[in-house]
Each structure stands twice: as structure tokens, then as C-alpha cells.
């Protein structure tokens, strides 16, 4: 009896271990459902010389698929999307080279992961999920018609290294990396994160429908047509550093609390609204033509509003007690324009700006710096700069 016990013992210890870091993989009513273990996996999922109705995956890395080493392929797809369970662990995973139809779901766990998508074609709604962890989700080239969804979970003050793709690259530390480049979007785009803090490189991308980006600390948003609204909603994290390159230029931010926005030859055809939180905040807009109004509430913090060649239907900013900057240069407003800041001291200074509308501006007490001499409006121009040693020409 005791031989049996230790017998099957020893079994059931070989078992587990030749199939640790193992993979299963099956096509399950023509649908692919893959499904990590709790070790780092790393797989690439490819359709090289096959048509729709097949996927290769090819493990690394020490990884098997269904408890054997190699490319496989896997036949019978018939539309119905892909769902991909990565597991805990620091897993790798790579879709490139192939079209899927049906929708696709992308679910990290507690690992740091590795997710790249390029030069695919996806037809149908497209959800990735990084769990916690510093995480890295690469969209390089790749054709999405439907709706596509990025979740970030919390960051574990690790490390992402620099990512890229072409010209756009990041890197973070205690949060996760996103970054999009040359890729093509048929309908909506949400890129939601954890209150921790995240970069996003949104780079030389066309997008037919509108962008939310929420909870993010560092975007940077270059040279991309957006067909409607764009959305955007800082978060200041409790650490962060990190930076993002967008070819001709960088944008870095560092230090606890603080959150940063850079947009750069990007047209947005709806309104642009960007909400930020308590830190010291920065915005910068740069040759951005947009659509409809453009709006900026800042929280409290020394924030910072640049905008330079900049057009929009509407302008209104408003800003919390302390000390916040506005500079507003070759900017063109077809209607209104309303500035309202609080207690400063604050910074107002319209360069050569054309508004078509009316100006208003309103701060509050503690002596602001105003000039508003280079603005041109089509109707009235209203300055009020509150209570305080103030300077307004």
C-alpha cells in the first residue's frame, strides 16, 4: 500500500512538472481559445501561408502548446473571434501576420506582459484587458474596423523598458505602456488605466470614430487624424516617471503627482475636452486643428496651457487656487472664448490670437500677470482680473 501511495505520489509530482509553462490551445466552435498557466509564457500567433480558417502559434522560450514544443497549426476557425487567457506570470504574446474575424479578447492577470499586435486585420470589436502589473501592450500597423478597448490594471513599481513602434516609443516605471503606431481605427477607441499612473503614445494613426483616454498620466498624441470627439482624463499618480518619443520630439514627465498631455499635428474633427487632477499639470497643443469646442479644466496645482497654431469652434479653460499659466499663440477661435481662472498668481498671455466671438476672462485675487493686447475679437473683450497688485495691458 505505501509503494502504491509514494508511486502514485511520484506520478502526480511528474505530471505537474512536464507541464509547467505549458500552454492549451484548442479551436472551440469556431472560435480560438488559447489559455496560459502561472508561468511566463510566450507564444506568437501567426497566419503565414494559411488562410482565415487556420492560426499557427509557435512557443518560445521554453513554453509548450498542449504539452509539446513547436509551431503548431490549429485548422476550423469560422468567425467567431479568439479569446486569450494569458495567466499569471510575465507572459509574451505576439499576433502578426493574420485576419481575424468575430471578437477578440485579450485578458492578462498579475504578470508584467508583453502584448503586440501588427500588421493584422481584426473585423470585429477588439478587447485587451494587461491585469496588474508593468505591462506592455504594442499596436504596430494593424487594420481594426470595429471598436477597440485597453484596460490597464495597477502598476507594481517595476519596470517597462522602452517600446516602440517606427518612429513612436515609451518607457515607464511603476505603471504600464501603451503605444499605437501606424494603425488604422473604424470605429471608437477607449484606452482606460488604473489610478497609478500610465504612458499612452498615440502616433501616425487615422481614427474614424472618437477617443476616450481616461486615468492616464503621460499621452502624447502625434500627427494622427481623429475622425470625432477626443476625450481625455489625466490622472495624477502617486510615483511615476516616464517618457514618450514621438520622432521629431519628447515629452517627459517625472516626479509624484504630476500628469502631462502633448499633442502635436493632430486633427480632431469633434470637440476636444482634457480634465486633469490636483497636480502640477501640463498641456501642450501644438499645429491642432479641431472641430468643435476645445475645452480644459485644470485642477488645483501650478498647471500649464500652451497652445500654439491651434483652431477650434470654442475656447473655454478654467483652472483651480494656484498658480496656473495660459499662453496663446497664432490661435484661431470661430466663436467665444472664456478663460476663468482662480486665485494665482496666475499667467494669461494671448499672442496674436483671433477669436470671432467674445473674450472673457475672470480671475481671482493674489496679483496676475494678463495680456491680452495681442487678442482680436469679433465682439466684446471682457477682462476682470479680481482683487490684487494685477498687470493687464
Known amino acids: 500500500m505505501m509503494r502504491r501511495l509514494i508511486f502514485a505520489t511520484l506520478m502526480l509530482l511528474f505530471t505537474a512538472s512536464a507541464f509547467a509553462n505549458d500552454v492549451v490551445v484548442q479551436v472551440k466552435n469556431g472560435g480560438l481559445v488559447i489559455k496560459g498557466d502561472d508561468d511566463a509564457n510566450t507564444l506568437q500567433v501567426d ?5 482565415e480558417d487556420s492560426v499557427r ?40 501576420s493574420l485576419t481575424l474575424s ?21 473585423r470585429d470589436p477588439v478587447t485587451i484587458d494587461a491585469g496588474t502589473g508593468d505591462n506592455a501592450v504594442l499596436v504596430c500597423s494593424a487594420t481594426f474596423q470595429r471598436d477597440v ?9 517595476g519596470s517597462v523598458a522602452q517600446v516602440t513602434c517606427g518612429t513612436g516609443s515609451t518607457s515607464t516605471v511603476d505603471a504600464s ?25 498615440y502616433n501616425d494613426s487615422t481614427t474614424a470614430g472618437s477617443i476616450a483616454i481616461k486615468n492616464v498620466a503621460l499621452v502624447g498624441v502625434c500627427y494622427n487624424t481623429i475622425g470625432g470627439a477626443l476625450n481625455v482624463k489625466l490622472v495624477d499618480p502617486p510615483f511615476f516617471s516616464g517618457g514618450i518619443d514621438c ?59 500652451f497652445f500654439f497654431a491651434v483652431q477650434a469652434a470654442s475656447l473655454k479653460a478654467k ?14 477661435i470661430a466663436g467665444d472664448g472664456s478663460v476663468k481662472y482662480g486665485n494665482g498668481p496666475n499667467t494669461i498671455d494671448f499672442k496674436t490670437s483671433v477669436f470671432g466671438g467674445d473674450l472673457t476672462v475672470k480671475t481671482g485675487k493674489n496679483g496676475d500677470v494678463i495680456h491680452a493686447s495681442g487678442a482680436t475679437a469679433g465682439g466684446s473683450k471682457s477682462i476682470d482680473s479680481g482683487k490684487g497688485n494685477d498687470v493687464v495691458d
Open 319 to 332: 483652472a483651480g487656487a494656484d498658480a496656473d499659466d495660459l499662453i496663446s499663440e497664432d490661435v484661431t
Open 149 to 157: 478597448v485597453v484596460k490597464l490594471g495597477k502598476g507594481t513599481n
Open 247 to 305: 520622432g521629431t520630439g519628447s515629452f517627459t514627465a517625472s516626479a509624484a503627482g504630476n500628469a502631462a498631455l502633448a499633442m502635436a499635428g493632430t486633427t480632431v474633427g469633434g470637440p476636444f475636452t482634457i480634465k486633469t487632477g490636483a497636480g502640477d499639470d501640463s498641456v501642450v497643443l501644438v499645429g491642432t486643428p479641431i472641430g468643435g469646442a476645445l475645452t480644459a479644466s485644470l485642477g488645483a496645482g501650478n498647471n500649464f496651457l
Open 177 to 201: 505602456a501603451v503605444v499605437f503606431g501606424d494603425d488604422a481605427f473604424g470605429g471608437n477607441v477607449t484606452v482606460k488605466g488604473a489610478a497609478a499612473g500610465h504612458i499612452l503614445g
Open 57 to 96: 502559434i509557435t512557443p518560445g522560450g521554453g513554453t509548450t502548446v498542449n504539452g509539446a514544443g513547436g509551431a503548431q497549426v490549429f485548422p476550423g476557425l469560422a468567425g467567431k473571434g479568439a479569446k486569450i487567457l494569458l495567466g499569471d506570470g510575465a507572459d509574451v504574446i505576439a499576433l502578426a
Open 102 to 122: 468575430g471578437k477578440v479578447v485579450i485578458k492578462g492577470a498579475t504578470g508584467s506582459d508583453r502584448i503586440t499586435l501588427s500588421d493584422a486585420t481584426f
Open 47 to 51: 497566419q503565414n501561408g494559411l488562410g
